[in-house]
């Protein structure tokens, strides 16, 4: 039997659950001649939920995450490969015979895949500048291209001032929608908020939430319903109070119980045993990033696993804020309705092993 719960990738189908208001949401935003800034913490479903608009709206659209980009040519070069996937060849050669420098494409023979790049240039600008033109030139009023960009925050550790060029050539088209997504709040809101920045009022703001704890107990109990049977109404919640309902870990937690109930029936307390297995196959990794913090933020992360008062008499007020934005930045902290520990395994960890 197979597993009814998946992590990791993004999901679709019976393994997505709620954000029907997100989805609306998402689906009437992208006809309006506006844009769409997604933040959240990662894995809390932003690729999902905008997989899932996408493909109910049936609009042409393509996807980048800039995480796995290098260089400004690179972006250029992954655009227009991400182009040719969905346009026909001839089409967007009329545009590309015009383009100042000619990329060189490939087409892998087995898979078929292609690829794409430029000749080193002196000034990759003109590169994007006419993938971006192209970009819009292929698409129309009434057929809109939507323009995924996952990651956006990393547009300004790319190269000095393209965020400047990139804002400028954006706003000569006409026909693009773009939603642009990212997982640090605070650089993503430095970007669109911040009066200074190139992208201030972009587009609008959308923060994605954890899952409703109704709906995911839902999707939960059903789904292990036929393996837990009587407890499994305290098992569900059991699972939600440890991940606050996070869509990742949540996930995570609840395929570990339910292969537990397939291959361990016999364990005694299957849901302290879901726990104990998870902490161990990643112990290494927590000790590992455990001996990298400083002490500063070793003292806030035990604070947070052990839920007492952050603020104590051995640090500055300054000090333990500078700590927390570093940690939220890095990913190790992030605010819901309070500051929290991102990863609840990483959290029991520490409860655990730290004294
Ligand atoms: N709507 C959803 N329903 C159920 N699980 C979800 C949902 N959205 C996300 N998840 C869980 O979170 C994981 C990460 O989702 P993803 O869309 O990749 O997040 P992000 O893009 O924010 O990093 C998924 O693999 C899945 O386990
Ligand atoms: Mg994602």
């Known amino acids: ?59 042409q659209s393509i996807t980048l995450n800039l995480q796995n980009v290098t260089s400004e040519a690179d972006l250029a070069a992954k655009l227009l490969r991400e182009i040719y996937k969905i346009h026909p060849f001839e089409r967007v050669r009329q545009f590309v015979m015009r383009f100042r420098v000619i990329p060189t494409l490939t087409t892998n023979p087995i898979t078929g895949a292609i690829d794409l790049s430029f000749q080193p240039t002196e000034n990759p600008n003109v590169l994007l500048e006419d993938v971006m033109e192209l970009m819009d ?124 109930c397939m291959l361990q029936p016999a364990s ?19 000790e590992r990033l455990w001996v990298n913090f400083n002490k500063t933020d070793k003292s806030i992360l035990i604070k947070l696993a052990k839920n007492l008062p952050i603020q104590g008499y051995e640090h500055k007020t300054s000090t333990t804020y500078s700590a927390l934005k570093r940690l939220q930045k890095a990913g190790f902290v992030i605010y819901t309705t309070k500051f929290e520990i991102e990863d609840p395994f990483f959290c029991n960890w520490i409860c655990k092993e730290i004294d």
């Not at 990791?8 to 006809?31: S, W």
């Not at 005694?268 to 927590?286: K, S």
Request: overall charge neutral; proline content about 3%; aromatic content about 10%.
């Open 268 to 286: 005694d307390d299957i849901f302290f045993t879901a726990i104990q297995q998870i902490v161990e196959i990643h112990d290494l990794d927590y």
């Open 137 to 260: 030139g292929i698409s129309s009023p009434d057929n809109r291209l939507v323009v995924v960009l996952d990651e956006f925050q990393e547009i300004i550790s790319l190269s000095s001032n393209l965020d400047k060029q990139l804002r400028a050539m954006m706003q000569s088209q006409k026909n693009i929608n773009y939603i642009l997504l990212g997982s640090q709040e605070t650089m993503m809101t430095d970007i669109f908020e911040k009066k200074k920045s190139p992208f201030y009022h972009f587009g609008q703001l959308m923060r994605l939430k954890p899952i409703p704890r109704t709906d995911f107990k839902n999707y939960i109990s059903t789904r292990l319903q036929n393996c837990i049977k009587n407890e499994v109404d305290t098992i569900t919640n059991q699972i939600l109070d440890f991940t606050h309902c996070h869509p990742y870990y949540t996930q995570q937690l609840a395929a570990q119980i339910w292969q537990i």
């Open 1 to 59: 039997m197979k597993n009814p719960f998946k992590f990791g990738t993004i999901v679709e189908d019976e393994f997505f659950t709620d954000r029907v208001e997100e989805v609306a949401y998402i689906k009437q935003f992208i006809e309006s001649e506006n844009h769409l800034v997604l933040i959240s913490p990662r894995r809390f479903g932003k690729s999902s939920v905008v997989k899932k608009a996408l493909r109910e709206s049936l609009r």
